[in-house]
């Protein structure tokens, strides 16, 4: 079936350091794919979005290209913040049961 | 615009009792889904509802059930509490009638522990 297979955390960075969290799917067809971001104590919220292959998402300052020749979605960004510390969390629309599937997630901690 | 709503926030039950969680879409949004996250087993969907019929379900067990009302807001109920059903129960619209749904929107959660 589909999954999402994320980068396992934390991953622990200083301020203004490049940040790539890796994220590889396994789908048939080309779903749409996500990167949600979910801070402390919130409930999670949408970060970008790429619905077909070679689409960028970006937003914030982060970056995800939709790579179909190697079924991922890596998420970057050149210069993170203290404020970027959060959870993140990769997912695909393809559940079987017509859901998202989402990613373990990844836990992002910026040190000043 | 208001977000999505969940209430209560944070609850304590003892094992065998039931709950009962409660999500307020944000208006407009005619399907909301839930998900149970917990440290282990991250996010797992539990089931949709569009237009108060469920859409689509996940894999737990038959004492997880929901309803959504007519107008859109949406419950979630949990009977014979164990353990294990300790988690954040997070709900999730959409304006999207389709499935998969596209972009959710999240409420904050409801964080269940039980004794």
């Known amino acids: 079936g589909n999954s999402v297979t994320q980068m396992e955390g934390p991953v622990t960075l200083s301020e203004e350091a490049f940040l790539t969290i890796n994220c590889t799917y396994t789908?048939?067809?080309?779903?749409?794919l996500f990167w949600y971001v979910q801070y402390p104590g919130e409930g999670l919220q949408l970060l970008l979005k790429?619905?077909?292959?070679?689409d960028k998402g970006s937003n914030k300052g982060f970056e995800a290209t939709y790579r179909k020749e190697t079924t991922s979605f890596h998420l970057e960004k050149g210069s993170v913040q203290v404020s970027d510390s959060a959870v993140y969390f990769c997912a695909l629309a393809g559940g079987s049961q017509g859901n998202l599937i989402f990613g373990k997630g990844t836990k992002l901690s910026v040190k000043p | 615009k208001a977000g999505v709503t969940q209430t209560p926030r944070y609850l304590i039950k003892t094992r065998g009792q039931q709950v009962t969680l409660s999500c307020s879409p944000i208006s407009g949004h005619r399907s909301v889904s839930w998900y149970q996250q917990t440290p282990g087993q991250g996010l797992q969907f539990l089931f949709e509802y569009f237009s108060e019929t469920q859409r689509n379900k996940g894999n737990f067990p038959g004492r997880f059930s929901g309803r959504q009302f007519s107008n859109s807001r949406s419950e979630m109920n949990v009977s014979t509490l164990e353990l294990g059903d300790s988690a954040l129960y997070l709900c999730?619209?959409?304006?999207?009638?389709?499935?998969?749904?596209?972009?959710?929107?999240f409420g904050e959660g409801s964080r269940l522990t039980v004794l």
């Open positions: 999730a619209s959409s304006p999207s009638g389709r499935a998969p749904p596209g972009e959710l929107f």
């Open positions: 789908a048939t067809g080309y779903p749409s």
């Open positions: 790429a619905t077909k292959a070679d």
